[in-house]
């Protein structure tokens, strides 16, 4: 997976009441980090969470319950 080409790519989380979108902003494959702008009910925050790899998949935890977020499954938004 190339992951410079993952810069700003958007995806829409539902936290069971609300949807919340996020955007990467930086994949440090060092450091094992992703930084993820987060945009909850109008106020936009930029949060790092440990990246893991699982199965080949680059993945970090998020919520309450710690879901399973795949990089992989961000997209680009449409235009």
């Given at each position: 997976?190339?992951?410079k080409r993952l810069y700003l790519?958007?995806?829409k989380y539902h936290d069971g009441e609300?949807?919340?979108t996020m955007n990467i902003v930086d994949i440090c494959t060092v450091k094992n980090e992703i930084a993820v702008a987060i945009t909850d009910e109008g106020k936009i925050s930029v949060?790092?969470?440990d990246l893991?790899?699982?199965d080949g998949r680059?993945?970090?935890e998020y919520g309450r319950m710690?879901?399973?977020i795949a990089v992989d499954d961000f997209e680009h938004?449409?235009?």
């Open positions: 997976m190339e992951l790519s958007e995806f609300k949807d919340i949060r790092s969470f893991k790899i699982e680059f993945f970090f710690l879901d399973m938004p449409e235009n």
